[in-house]
């Protein structure tokens, strides 16, 4: 066993992204000094066998804190808005974990060797969604000219989970953070603060976005010690599309200095004629290139 873990989960249909995701991280020399473990929330025997040639452990995910039947159906991929917030439970004995959503890969290993500094002593890892080149952070509805209905992504999943007004109000223009990538130690006191929040939000919220929300309340209203890390270690590619660096063939920011992707997140999708690009592979769309070429490619990893 290693010190540290990268850990995902996925169902049947998001297979081909996990494993994809797994290959990402499998083509850095340095993935040898980490375990990849993998939570099963419906996986077919076929494609664990595949798995399993590749990585450390496969566990079936659960339903960690109790949720009614009804607003679960048969969305068994649910248990990850559930599952991630106990993860040195499934995987004991690593120090740190850094998990990474299926629908994302990683572009450069600097943004793995972050994540696991930036969790240091208890901290959270975890980035914000925002940055440059981002037009608008909360959305509002103007009512007489002067009167405002606030819509940010926050505040409306605050008030649909009946957190209170006091602490939706906190959470309203605060920057959004995104779990779809983090890290935390095995030791770290934010996960208990993240359980306790995610017990609220499951209660009268909707599971999906539960996490979100909980990690939120914990780390705005909790306040825990929580190290922000830049955009490009979370790259949202549905908020902000990068732009192509043909001559080194790597994806960047699409703003000086262009930094490089260094995860690469499929977050929400990438649609063209109603297809998902995490669905269809053969998907493609149109990106800049850093000499203002446009060009027609694939955001999906490609080895």
Not at 28 to 52: H, R, T
Not at 208 to 231: C, H, K, Q, R, W
């Amino acid at each position: 066993m290693k010190n540290n873990t990268i850990v995902s989960l996925a169902d049947s249909n998001y297979f081909d992204l996990l494993n994809e995701l797994v290959d990402s991280i499998l083509k850095f020399s340095e993935s040898k000094e980490v375990d990849i473990c993998i939570l099963d929330a419906g996986l077919s025997i076929e494609q664990k066998s595949i798995l399993l040639k590749k990585v450390k452990e496969i566990k079936k995910a659960q339903w960690d804190i109790d949720v009614p039947g009804y607003k679960v159906g048969e969305k068994e991929w649910l248990k990850s808005q559930v599952s991630r917030a106990f993860l040195p439970n499934y995987f004991p004995g690593y120090k740190k974990y850094l998990w990474i959503d299926c629908d994302a890969w990683v572009n450069d290993w600097r943004s793995i060797e972050l994540y696991f500094k930036a969790c240091e002593n208890g901290k959270l890892g975890i980035t914000q969604t925002m940055g440059p080149g981002y037009k608008i952070m909360s959305k509002v509805k103007w009512l007489f000219g002067k009167f405002a209905i606030i819509k940010s992504q926050n505040f409306k999943h605050a008030i649909s989970s009946n957190i209170g007004l006091e602490k939706a109000r906190k959470l309203a223009f605060a920057p959004h953070i995104n779990i779809g990538v983090f890290s935390l130690e095995e030791k770290s006191t934010c996960w208990n603060s993240w359980q306790q929040n995610l017990k609220i939000t499951l209660n009268s919220g909707k599971i999906f976005g539960s996490e979100g929300l909980a990690i939120n309340m914990s780390v705005y209203i909790d306040e825990v010690e929580t190290e922000f890390l830049p955009l490009n270690c979370n790259w949202i590619a549905s908020n902000l599309l990068p732009k192509y660096d043909e001559q080194n063939q790597t994806f960047v920011e699409p703003y000086l200095p262009n930094y490089k992707i260094g995860i690469m997140h499929l977050a929400a999708g990438l649609w063209k004629n109603n297809k998902d690009m995490r669905i269809d592979k053969s998907i493609e769309i149109e990106i800049k290139t850093l000499t203002n070429k446009t060009i027609t490619k694939s955001l999906r990893y490609n080895n």
